[in-house]
């Protein structure tokens, strides 16, 4: 079994949601591919007593856990005084503290505010995590079944510290075995149809399925335990990605940010040297703004009324076949720009810019590249935004497929 | 005393950090605003026990809980299932939720797939929240001390579900002394000019003051408690306001998403029916992106290579002097479209799509309206992402400056 980490987080900042708490979540990515189990997030303010609670409780519970905020000179940073009241550990002066901080403030050429001595109590017998970084020094203690380290709530004090203090400690103080998080990415297949697809295979219970959708994108996630053999980790992952067929476009370990779909279509516009053209409708700019910083995107047209497109091309538009409309106006397209591939997106039924109607529209996607027509057809649903996005999704998972050459649905 | 409020997220994708809890973030702002006082945030992954223990505990502890994730059709779905354990409450099959589930699918064409059928299990007695905007039902239910609230993790369908629903459940169950939020959102100043300002003025210590900056805009925000005088509250407002003078471009009482800058534009574009076609190039189809749905954007165009867009209007580019090209240009798309205004934004030096440089460019954003120009100049500095969100919010201040008669900077 991992040991069981918690992440505690103080501030009324965060109870009274003017910051998402981003520092849980970095800590949390960090304590798992450590190797530890994240069994719980919490978040107190500055209350005194709502914090001495919250410190006995994980103290019952949990084999670590790293706490942020509370540590600075003003009267609601109350974390160093909570542990002493949680854990009947006297605050005493830590003379080192001091200097540090006082050269803080020396470096920077300014005087030391009296309230800043306060940040050198430090709670009898804790370990002093030196912050070169800022004024609050951290520090850590065990308590009960639990080690507690706590660091300045300052985003990047407390990543600094964590990694020069804190994780080396980590790694010294438990046995931890490093997990694998494989996750598997999908585009043009829902959740529940790749759910089914999941649940004909048998899943072995150490190993942790997960998933997450966002726009049309599915992300399945399976965490491999430490010391889970490789063969059955590949063959496990080789099944699911064979269930899953040509909607996978990316397999990642520990979910580096290279392997989302932009990325994945971009790496191969660049490799195989084609450049684009687009034509927005429903997408409304969208798929050139996700595309920002991609030299091979040349240009994109945004146009609310279809008509005016095709009228400026001194093209006729067929609502009835927009399939062979995109075709044409992607030819028209092809004659203006020196891209090698046009893309041109049409959509049937209303204006869908008139009015946030959760009607159903079929959206046709055409790809215009080497004088051959790809295209697909597909049914979006859901408020303008929804669909905004899964209209970009659309093109891109085009775009994806054509060149990984793998079947356009 | 204000009542206690717990908010509870469930999710591995929390408590593994692929995500910062910003349902937790939202919520909370709206609880403080409603009169609740935030005592924790708790979050716990895809664990059956974890999530069992954790609602026995809030119950014990606070009078209300708000609870997101969860609900989905897959098997790591768990909280309708904890809260049956938890709370001794057997899942019972709520035919009118299954009856929403199945027409969801219908409205979509799709057949639904056999493991929906599990989102219409609701703990026995449970108060059912219909979800107009997914497939996910809530519901709510007393136990112990504790009102819960059960709703979707993702983000657009818990809100929409909290605002038709929870909240209303929320005023009628609980004697509550609303807080004011007064949100003053600027834009064209900076953050640090911004507080030099603000710190001239002295802030009763029971006004909570707190600042939040995204993209070049900046919001003020003074958060009065219950029961604080009317009078006091409107001059410390009013003095803040004019202290900003025009880059204040709203000033919202409980932070409603009708006075953010695209709504405010958008209002105000509206009323004056005023329709505009846009060239993007620092932006990269952001600005329509952003605009979308707004029926007064009649097109935009992005093109990466700046003279490219020049050419295809038998324009020449002068690069020293961008006023005069994006005057020229302006006129040239005026002479094609029929939108009244037409925006123009260039920017000098390198090519920023080619590269992630932090360098600073010069921005120029150009509007033609009534046969009139009106120009901003600024320098914007950064990585590509926030060149290109600020890049949108100088043509966004830009028409909000025009419209509302203030100074263009």
């Given at each position: 079994?991992?040991?069981?980490?918690?992440?505690?987080?103080?501030?009324?900042?965060?109870?009274?949601?003017?910051?998402?708490?981003?520092?849980?979540?970095?800590?949390?990515?960090?304590?798992?591919?450590?190797?530890?189990?994240?069994?719980?997030?919490?978040?107190?303010?500055?209350?005194?007593?709502?914090?001495?609670?919250?410190?006995?409780?994980?103290?019952?519970?949990?084999?670590?856990?790293?706490?942020?905020?509370?540590?600075?000179?003003?009267?609601?940073?109350?974390?160093?005084?909570?542990?002493?009241?949680?854990?009947?550990?006297?605050?005493?002066?830590?003379?080192?503290?001091?200097?540090?901080?006082?050269?803080?403030?020396?470096?920077?050429?300014?005087?030391?505010?009296?309230?800043?001595?306060?940040?050198?109590?430090?709670?009898?017998?804790?370990?002093r995590l030196d912050n070169?970084?800022?004024?609050?020094?951290?520090?850590?203690?065990?308590?009960?079944?639990?080690?507690?380290?706590?660091?300045?709530?300052?985003?990047?004090?407390?990543?600094?510290?964590?990694?020069?203090?804190?994780?080396?400690?980590?790694?010294?103080?438990?046995?931890?075995?490093?997990?694998?998080?494989?996750?598997?990415?999908t585009a043009g297949i829902?959740?529940?149809?790749?759910?089914?697809?999941?649940?004909?295979?048998?899943?072995?219970?150490?190993?942790?399925?997960?998933?997450?959708?966002?726009?049309?994108?599915?992300?399945?996630?399976?965490?491999?335990?430490?010391?889970?053999?490789?063969?059955?980790?590949?063959?496990?992952?080789?099944?699911?990605?064979?269930?899953?067929?040509?909607?996978?476009?990316?397999?990642?370990?520990?979910?580096?940010?290279?392997?989302?779909?932009?990325?994945?279509?971009?790496?191969?516009?660049?490799?195989?040297?084609?450049?684009?053209?687009?034509?927005?409708?429903?997408?409304?700019?969208?798929?050139?703004?996700?595309?920002?910083?991609?030299?091979?995107?040349?240009?994109?047209?945004?146009?609310?009324?279809?008509?005016?497109?095709?009228?400026?091309?001194?093209?006729?538009?067929?609502?009835?076949?927009?399939?062979?409309?995109?075709?044409?106006?992607?030819?028209?397209?092809?004659?203006?720009?020196?891209?090698?591939?046009?893309?041109?997106?049409?959509?049937?039924?209303?204006?869908?810019?008139?009015?946030?109607?959760?009607?159903?529209?079929?959206?046709?996607?055409?790809?215009?590249?080497?004088?051959?027509?790809?295209?697909?057809?597909?049914?979006?649903?859901?408020?303008?935004?929804?669909?905004?996005?899964?209209?970009?999704?659309?093109?891109?998972?085009?775009?994806?497929?054509?060149?990984?050459?793998?079947?356009?649905?």
């Amino acid at each position: 079994m991992n040991p069981v980490i918690e992440i505690l987080s103080q501030g009324e900042e965060i109870t009274t949601g003017q910051i998402a708490d981003t520092n849980a979540a970095w800590l949390s990515q960090q304590a798992v591919v450590l190797g530890f189990n994240v069994a719980r997030h919490n978040a107190v303010g500055d209350k005194l007593m709502d914090l001495v609670q919250v410190l006995r409780d994980i103290a019952m519970r949990a084999d670590c856990c790293i706490c942020t905020g509370g540590l600075g000179p003003t009267s609601d940073d109350l974390t160093a005084e909570a542990v002493a009241q949680a854990f009947d550990r006297p605050l005493l002066f830590d003379e080192i503290a001091f200097n540090q901080i006082r050269q803080f403030f020396a470096n920077r050429q300014r005087i030391m505010p009296e309230c800043n001595r306060k940040q050198a109590l430090l709670p009898k017998d804790a370990l002093r995590l030196d912050n070169l970084w800022g004024t609050a020094p951290g520090f850590a203690l065990q308590a009960g079944r639990c080690w507690f380290a706590f660091a300045p709530g300052v985003p990047a004090e407390m990543r600094q510290m964590f990694l020069a203090y804190i994780k080396p400690e980590l790694q010294n103080r438990f046995v931890l075995q490093p997990s694998r998080l494989i996750t598997i990415k999908t585009a043009g297949i829902g959740e529940s149809d790749l759910q089914e697809r999941i649940d004909t295979i048998e899943i072995p219970p150490q190993v942790q399925l997960g998933f997450r959708a966002e726009w049309g994108e599915v992300q399945t996630k399976l965490l491999f335990p430490g010391g889970y053999p490789q063969d059955n980790q590949d063959r496990l992952e080789n099944r699911i990605v064979s269930l899953l067929g040509d909607a996978v476009y990316a397999v990642a370990e520990n979910d580096c940010q290279d392997n989302d779909l932009v990325s994945v279509v971009a790496k191969s516009m660049a490799e195989k040297s084609y450049t684009l053209s687009a034509v927005e409708t429903l997408s409304q700019g969208l798929l050139a703004a996700k595309l920002a910083g991609m030299p091979w995107l040349l240009n994109s047209v945004y146009e609310r009324a279809i008509e005016k497109l095709f009228h400026d091309f001194n093209l006729s538009y067929d609502r009835e076949n927009l399939i062979s409309s995109s075709q044409a106006l992607a030819q028209a397209v092809q004659s203006k720009t020196d891209a090698s591939m046009i893309s041109v997106q049409l959509y049937s039924g209303q204006d869908c810019t008139q009015s946030n109607s959760e009607n159903a529209v079929t959206v046709t996607t055409v790809l215009l590249v080497n004088g051959e027509f790809k295209q697909s057809i597909r049914i979006l649903a859901g408020d303008l935004k929804r669909k905004q996005h899964q209209a970009v999704l659309l093109v891109l998972d085009v775009l994806r497929r054509y060149l990984q050459g793998k079947a356009i649905v």
